[in-house]
């Protein structure tokens, strides 16, 4: 399953070239339906961190949406924004921001184990 999910700048509209990724994770996510899917939405530091927030649950509630649409079980489904935290490259480069705009999934076991 891959970490990210990345967005353009100001945009929580998913790129096409993700929905082939996202269609395999649904169709993983229906067949093993025992997990629960914790998807966190991101951004860079550019902008107010009220801002941030914000777009960053857009991004995570895009990619639910996404996953709904495949059929995948909405009670299962667990989104929050982050905004500008936990930034997995510097923010100092366009190409830093770029990755750091992102929605990341994981699953999560039902069992607490």
């Not at 927030?53 to 949406?65: G, Q």
Request: net charge positive; proline share 5%.
């Amino acid at each position: 399953m891959p970490g990210n999910i990345t967005f353009d700048t100001d945009s929580a509209q998913i790129k096409p070239s993700f929905q082939p990724v996202l269609d395999s994770i649904a169709k993983v996510l229906n067949e093993y339906d025992q997990t629960r899917v914790s998807i966190v939405g991101y951004t860079d530091n550019t902008g107010t961190v009220a801002y941030n927030n914000a777009l960053s649950l857009k991004r995570a509630r895009a990619v639910e949406t996404y996953l709904r649409i495949q059929k995948v079980n909405y009670e299962r489904l667990v989104v929050s924004g982050m905004g500008p935290q936990n930034p997995i490259a510097s923010n100092a480069t366009p190409e830093g921001r770029a990755q750091n705009r992102r929605v990341e999934i994981t699953l999560i076991n039902q069992s607490g184990q």
